[in-house]
């Protein structure tokens, strides 16, 4: 009986260890974070309109613009084909919709990745009989830490235009690059410079720092982001779950309840898998 005792206190013991361990690795990463690491840009702009505000006004350059609403990891569905999450989808007082992207790997920022979340935007912004006139105007912004377009420019606006002429089009929507690798006396180059900082100490916009220092430093801060990547660690683990269960209906030899068993996936959720695999 007391052997049993012990070894219950040596797992808790070791479970508490590896907890711990945890954490002070989180609290690592966390020192590592810049604005530029878009898990952690979009908790720093969770129901904050006015850093995304001063983005906006910089990049647009519209220092009048004005942010009415933000949201973060906007999921955007498309019932038959591929799905969408925008990082952060804003609106300004004029109605527009904007998507801010940012994005490390210049593979992310692809011209058709563009060009697909412009038109996954549109399909979700007029209800049905409404007039197309009634289509607000749309942005997608892409904040690269690389140069992708490769032109030594802070800023690559996108629009379409009438080719014989050179006159735009003026349909509403607009594609803006943000090369992130851009240092300068300007606002573009001070935003780009906070947006590669770690330490809020560096960085030249107030609003931006404070929101840094917030999340690194503060107890309750620095608690929410350390929950925040543990929900990203489960949600991580629950994917691959995922992949391994598609895996095993494609060989077509297992039984359901034997992969929901295997994977740790509710059995609804392994048939609604193979319905979908199926469709």
Same mark, same amino acid.
């Given at each position: 009986m007391k052997i049993q005792k012990k070894g219950t206190q040596v797992g808790k013991l070791a479970v508490t260890e590896q907890v711990?361990?945890?954490?002070?690795?989180?609290?690592?990463?966390? &020192?590592?974070?810049?604005?530029?690491?878009?898990?952690?840009?979009?908790?720093?702009?969770e129901g904050d309109t006015a850093s995304i505000e001063l983005v906006l006004q910089i990049v647009l350059e519209k220092p009048d613009l004005k942010v009415l609403d933000v949201r973060t990891q906007v999921f955007?569905?498309?019932?038959?084909?591929r799905s969408v999450r925008l990082d952060i989808l804003a609106t300004?007082?004029?109605?527009?919709?904007?998507?801010v992207e940012v994005? &490390?790997?210049?593979?992310?920022?692809?011209?058709? &990745?563009?060009?697909?979340?412009?038109s996954m935007m549109d399909t979700n912004l007029l209800k049905k009989g409404e007039d197309f006139d009634?289509?607000?105007?749309?942005?997608?912004?892409?904040?690269?830490?690389?140069?992708?377009?490769?032109?030594?420019?802070?800023?690559y606006p996108i629009e379409r235009c009438f080719l014989g002429t050179g006159e735009k089009f003026e349909d509403g929507s607009h594609i803006l690059y943000v090369?992130?690798?851009?240092?300068?006396?300007?606002?573009?180059?001070?935003?780009?410079? =906070?947006?590669?900082?770690?330490?809020?100490? =560096?960085?030249?916009?107030?609003?931006?720092?404070?929101?840094?220092?917030?999340?690194?430093e503060s107890k309750e801060g620095i608690e929410i982001m350390c929950r925040a990547m543990e929900d990203m660690r489960n949600q991580t683990l629950k994917e691959g779950m995922i992949n391994v269960a598609k895996k095993m209906l494609e060989d077509g030899?297992?039984?359901?309840?034997?992969?929901?068993?295997?994977?740790?996936?509710?059995?609804?959720?392994?048939?609604?898998?193979k319905t979908d695999q199926n469709v």
């Open positions: 711990d361990q945890k954490h002070q690795e989180d609290l690592q990463r966390l &020192r590592g974070f810049r604005l530029l690491d878009d898990d952690f840009l979009t908790k720093c702009f955007v569905e498309n019932l038959l084909n300004d007082s004029t109605g527009a919709k904007l998507n994005q &490390r790997s210049d593979k992310g920022a692809g011209r058709k &990745r563009a060009r697909y979340n412009s009634k289509l607000p105007e749309t942005w997608v912004i892409f904040i690269t830490e690389n140069d992708v377009i490769g032109k030594g420019l802070p800023l090369n992130g690798a851009y240092r300068g006396d300007t606002p573009v180059g001070k935003l780009m410079h =906070d947006f590669s900082c770690t330490d809020a100490k =560096d960085m030249y916009y107030r609003t931006l720092a404070d929101r840094v220092r917030f999340f690194k030899t297992i039984t359901l309840d034997k992969i929901a068993e295997f994977v740790g996936l509710p059995i609804d959720e392994v048939k609604k898998l």
